[in-house]
């Protein structure tokens, strides 16, 4: 059995089955449903957004054998004629190779006759705005007063070059460009239906190329499935379509938040030696801080399966940093032709990143530090007087205060330089860190909850379980930076990755704390004579879920308090 290209093999047959195009396919079933339908359409749109496809279908519900329907069966043999492309009354004519007034007047010769098998002629004309000028004037006069049994679907790209005199005579139907997200569902569909393994991340790559073409979509799959060996996956789609490979995107952000000038070199190097397109690699960079500039102006807006981490660098900069940075992506973009070469221009580019940082005023009602965001405006956190205007009181200090009469906050201040803490290095030191810091509320609970990932020069990589991502706000992230600032005397960038818990936080230690102090405090309690005597003599139950420890006095033997029942 021959193979069969995907975009013919799944060729929508219904208004069903048809991907977006709504609007069209609402007025073409009332049209049809109240047998009002117009005698000449004109379809608009780019190329592979179902003109085609339009027109078949409006053919079989025109001359289905069940009669005119906006749902045609597709098992008589009209319907299935026309799907085979077979059917003597529907006449395709493809004006890009039939442009002249001879074929168009054979044509129109031809309308005169009554449908062969159907109930309809259908004319489908595709790439109409090709037809001559002589061709498009033979066609006036069957345009505007047509047999009753012909319909004209004429189809174009471009409806400007058609003459006003044929337009006026259309009902025009626009069909749009289709959404990316509604084709990578359709080729997760297909992939599917067709048990062809794939990674999802490999779709919207595919839909993105496609450019709201379903049917390039389709032959990028077709490619995609022969270029993977039957299997779609990310890096080969990647590969295939010349597409930057994401971690590397990341890397560079990562240097310029770090502010690392020769791990920015170094990217633009390995670029190089890798081949990818300079110009591609800017695209992609200008359109992951477009992606930043949305999440901040829109938080929760849906973007993509890497939606932690670009939130994690919209929470880093500033929008007007964003902003410059795309401004300076594009441009970029743009001087590449200008440069001495491809390379040098993108090197450049990502050095004007570095180098240049939007002009802001800064406020006094703010303290610095808890504006901070990301590496710009913030001055480097180091005086003990300033660290005491961000640090907070704690309400339950660990640290030993010795400052005993003085005033708060110059104790305060001479906390904050006297008990400085050198920065953990390890998931394991983290705890205990993050009990000292000096926060409360909201960000207490993002501290208590984050993980040390790791720790880069002054980029310090948190984890937050999934569960509590609400936290990595950052109006809490950047409370978070302040105390930490204060308390390590140093400059740092905060990150934050949501994901899977290793159960390596203080919020994880306390929770096991607390959970072996109740199972210690239930096994006293079954300890005790009384209640042993309860239970033997009155054949009580415990109800181990109501035990709770109580907080033990000075001196006060260990007792625990519950309900009992006895039957
Ligand atoms: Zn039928």
Not at 484 to 508: C, N, V, W
Request: include cysteine; glycine fraction near 6%.
């Amino acid at each position: 059995m021959s193979y069969q290209v995907l975009a013919r093999k799944w060729r929508p047959r219904t208004f069903g089955e048809l991907v977006g195009q709504e609007h069209v396919v609402t007025a073409l079933t009332n049209a049809l449903t109240r047998g009002r339908l117009h005698h000449a359409y004109l379809l608009t749109g780019t190329r592979g957004v179902g003109k085609t496809t339009l027109a078949r279908i409006l053919a079989k519900s025109l001359n289905c054998e069940k009669g005119v329907t906006a749902a045609p069966c597709g098992e008589c043999s009209a319907c299935r004629d026309i799907d085979a492309g077979r059917f003597v009354d529907l006449l395709e004519l493809d004006a890009a190779s039939n442009t002249g007034i001879d074929n168009m007047r054979e044509i129109l010769d031809n309308a005169r006759y009554a449908p062969t098998v159907g109930r309809y002629k259908v004319y489908l004309i595709d790439e109409v705005h090709m037809l001559s000028k002589g061709a498009f004037n033979s066609m006036l006069k069957t345009l505007e007063e047509p047999p009753e049994h012909v319909k004209f679907v004429l189809a174009t790209t471009d409806p400007q070059k058609i003459p006003v005199t044929v337009l006026s005579r259309c009902l025009q139907l626009n069909l749009t460009p289709l959404p990316r997200a509604a084709i990578g569902e359709r080729l997760a569909h297909i992939l599917d239906a067709e048990t062809i393994v794939f990674d999802a991340p490999a779709l919207p790559l595919v839909a993105a190329a496609a450019k709201g073409s379903l049917r390039d979509a389709l032959s990028l799959l077709d490619q995609a499935i022969a270029y993977g060996g039957g299997e779609v996956r990310e890096p080969a789609v990647r590969a295939m379509l010349g597409v930057v490979d994401r971690d590397y995107l990341y890397g560079i952000v990562d240097a310029l938040l770090a502010d690392d000038g020769p791990a920015l070199l170094a990217h633009a190097d390995a670029l190089a030696a890798s081949g990818h397109a300079h110009g591609a690699a800017l695209d992609e960079l200008a359109s992951l801080f477009h992606r930043m500039a949305i999440v901040q102006a829109v938080p929760g807006a849906p973007a993509g399966d890497d939606a932690e981490r670009i939130a994690g660098y919209a929470a880093l900069m500033s929008p007007e940093s964003v902003q410059l940075a795309y401004q300076i992506c594009v441009q970029g973009r743009s001087d590449l032709a200008l440069a001495p070469d491809e390379a040098t221009g993108f090197a450049m580019t990502l050095l004007r990143l570095l180098a240049f940082e939007p002009a802001t005023v800064p406020t006094e009602a703010e303290p610095a530090g808890a504006a901070g965001a990301g590496r710009e405006a913030t001055p480097p956190v180091e005086g003990p007087s300033h660290a005491a205007s961000v640090a907070r009181p704690s309400p339950s200090p660990s640290i030993p205060r010795d400052g005993k009469d003085a005033p708060p906050d110059a104790r305060l201040a001479v906390e904050s330089s006297d008990t400085r803490l050198a920065l953990p290095e390890t998931a394991g030191e983290w705890p205990a860190f993050v009990a000292k810091l000096r926060l409360i509320g909201m960000a207490a609970q993002l501290g208590a909850q984050s993980e040390l990932k790791s720790v880069r020069g002054n980029a310090l990589t948190l984890a937050i379980p999934a569960s509590h991502k609400h936290l990595a706000d950052k109006a809490y992230a950047d409370k978070l930076k302040a105390a930490l600032e204060a308390t390590t005397g140093r400059k740092l960038l905060l990150a934050f990755e949501i994901g899977d818990s290793s159960d390596t936080s203080l919020a994880a230690i306390e929770r096991r704390e607390r959970a072996r102090a109740k199972a210690e405090s239930e096994v006293a309690f079954r300890n005790e004579p009384f209640v042993r005597d309860l239970v033997a003599k009155f054949d009580a139950t415990i109800r181990p879920e109501t035990i709770e420890p109580v907080t033990r006095g000075a001196e006060a033997p260990p007792s625990t308090r519950t309900r009992q029942e006895t039957p």
